[in-house]
């Protein structure tokens, strides 16, 4: 299995702040690299999909860069509503695989 | 719209078995992948299995050969059959449409459905 590696596992920002969330795969996945945020009590919501598409409806200050085996995810100014935790995901290879996720917090 | 509706989490006992239920509307099961994926107290998110346009299946190590995945086109319902629950399977059950070709993501997601495997 491809093992993702995300951190930091968790992080304190501040509203206006810019965060940036590293995903580092075992092996070179190209860029078949997606990431989520989750809410507590919600459903994982994607965000963007192969490493640096925005998914329809994501606001613009989120964006995703990368290739091969290091990618990352960065807010650029980071929203109240955007404390929650994000998750990284694989689907190079046929057992997909997710980070551990990183929680951003107050 | 699209929607997925997850059912049939609750309490079971350990090596019971479960069946869930997702049930979509918005498109069809014909033209597209479907997974489930899991979120365990405490941890993070685990893929578990997902069924192809075609009916191609694959499934995680972790449950292979306990879990089934399965669909009824006529009924717009993916399945999720759980068999040898253990104390750890418990967790919130997602149902996600799973859309790409080489690459796949997970996008729209159910609302999930509790399981809890207990004595």
Partial sequence: DIQMTQFPSSLSASVGDRVTITCRASRPITGFLNWYQQKPGKAPKLLIYAASSLQGGVPSRFSGSGSGTDFTLTISSLQPEDFATYYCQQSYSTLWTFGQGTKVEI | ?119
């Fill in chain 2, 1 to 119: 719209e699209i929607q997925l509706v997850e059912s049939g989490g609750g309490l079971v006992q350990p090596g019971g078995s479960l069946r869930l239920s997702c049930a979509v509307s918005g498109f069809s099961l014909s033209n597209t992948y479907m997974s489930w994926v899991r979120h365990r107290p405490g941890k993070g998110l685990e893929w578990l299995s997902v069924i192809s346009d075609g009916e191609d299946t694959y499934s995680a190590d972790s449950i292979k050969g306990r879990f089934t995945i399965s669909r009824d086109t006529s009924k717009d319902t993916v399945y999720l059959q759980m068999d040898s629950l253990r104390f750890d399977d418990t967790g919130v059950y997602y149902c996600a449409r799973t859309p790409g070709r080489k690459l796949h993501w997970f996008d729209p997601w159910g609302q999930g459905t509790l399981v809890t495997v207990s004595s």
